[in-house]
């Protein structure tokens, strides 16, 4: 599949997915939208969330660094575990909204396991994520966008950057897995180079003799 057919792909996942992922957060009165029907949407969700998905996987590739000739990471069975638990803590925090100090707590604290020992670029694409998509909620919260019905100190929810760092480890193996350069022993062989066996050779077969 070409690159361009998969960006496509992704926005359309992006925006069927994280729709319904905020359905939940509706239905369950963690926010809503100002002058819509009771449980509604508005119009530009489904693109809102189609654009995120590419912004965030796009993103990523400034934090590949050596992962990318890692063929382990590089899995479909990876890509669907991770979109999984995305959408199981998302659920979350629609389930538990309740008891926002336990998710303050309890969503960092989980991704301690499946951070640990990882690369310094991995904390940092995982903080970018979280700060940014919690400072752009910000400003849709503050333009009327919509609104969080128990926001707390903020106009967002203090859990809100932890729900993003998993939101960042879904699109960095969409990233890894549909979007990164091939490894490198995935590759074919390269042509033999002046100076290398292979030039001995053509000159072997040139001559007649070694």
Known sequence: MRNSLRWIVLFL??????????????????????????????????????????????????FRGESRHAKAERSLLRVGLF??????????????????????IGLPLGMVPLLWGGPPRRYLHVAAIALGGTLFEIALVSIGGFRYLAPGLLPVPL????LYLYAALATREIDLAFFAPAAEHERSPRAPTEGSGGASQLQTNATGRP
């Not at 992922?21 to 509706?26: A, F, G, I, K, Y």
């Not at 029907?37 to 969330?49: E, K, N, S, T």
């Open 159 to 162: 859990w809100l950057p932890g």
């Open 83 to 104: 979109i999984a638990l995305f959408a199981l803590v998302y659920f979350a925090t629609a389930a538990l909204h309740g008891h926002p100090l336990l998710l303050l």
């Open 13 to 62: 996942l992006g925006a069927v997915v994280g729709t319904a992922l905020d359905r939940l957060h509706v239905i369950y009165g963690v926010l809503d939208y100002p002058g819509s029907a009771p449980f509604a949407q508005r119009l530009w969700v489904p693109p809102l969330f189609g654009g995120a998905a590419l912004l965030f996987v796009f993103g990523h590739r400034n």
